[in-house]
Structures are given as structure tokens and as C-alpha cells.
Nanobody
Framework: QVQLVESGGGLVQPGGSLRLSCAGS????????MGWFRQASGKEREFVAA????????FYADSVKGRFTISRDNAENTVYLHMYSLKPEDTAVYYC?????????????????WGQGTQVTVSS
């Protein structure tokens, strides 16, 4: 069983930066691949980024590639999403998720545990 808690969301101006954190519980956290998803108002949840169990492999949606960076600190049971050059279209609730597989996954169905989400609003 894994419990996930996101933090770090907020209001930021276009072009600004934010760092989201996802704190996980459980001794097996470091063996799970992790992902970030987001859901904008009125839209379906979409994949943002994923990282494998040891951080050696990452994958990004085209819409955030080059602007977002996913990383993890297994000693702290934490995954991060560094977001740069933010755009109004990045506004959404951001969720972190864990999958019991050790390899990267991009499909929602691959993930068994989800956080409660944190709101990111990009607006001037």
C-alpha cells in the first residue's frame, strides 16, 4: 500500500516556475515507477511525465518536453516535478501516481495509487 501527498501548487505568472513535490509512504516506494498527470477544468486527465524506479529513465508528454523535469529522491520517498516557462494552458490539478512496475508507464490504468492533487494556476 502506498499513500501519496502532493504539495507545491499555487498561482504563478506566465513564464514563471514551480516545483511540485509528491511524498510517498511505504517501504516499497523506491521500487515503484512514478508519474505525474494533470486535469484541466472540463477536460480528461492527461499524462505529463514519468520516471522509473531509480530515476535513470524519464519520459515526457510533448506538451511539456523541454519545460518540465521529473526527478526523485528515494532516500526521502519523494518525487518532484520542476516546471519552467509555465503557460496558461498548464493550468490544471496535478496528480502524482505510483505503479508497482519498476519501468516507466504512461497509461493511467498502469497506476494503482494516486494522490489527492494540487492546483496549479498560470495567470497574470
Amino acid at each position: 500500500q502506498v499513500q501519496l501527498v502532493e504539495s507545491g501548487g499555487g498561482l504563478v505568472q506566465p513564464g514563471g516556475s514551480l516545483r511540485l513535490s509528491c511524498a510517498g509512504s511505504g517501504r516499497t516506494f523506491s521500487t515503484y515507477a512514478m508519474g505525474w498527470f494533470r486535469q484541466a477544468s472540463g477536460k480528461e486527465r492527461e499524462f505529463v511525465a514519468a520516471i522509473n524506479w531509480n530515476g535513470a529513465s524519464t519520459f515526457y508528454a510533448d506538451s511539456v518536453k523541454g519545460r518540465f523535469t521529473i526527478s526523485r529522491d528515494n532516500a526521502e520517498n519523494t518525487v518532484y516535478l520542476h516546471m519552467y516557462s509555465l503557460k496558461p494552458e498548464d493550468t490544471a490539478v496535478y496528480y502524482c501516481a505510483a505503479t508497482p512496475t519498476s519501468s516507466i508507464a504512461t497509461r493511467e490504468a498502469s497506476y494503482g495509487w494516486w494522490g489527492q492533487g494540487t492546483q496549479v494556476t498560470v495567470s497574470s
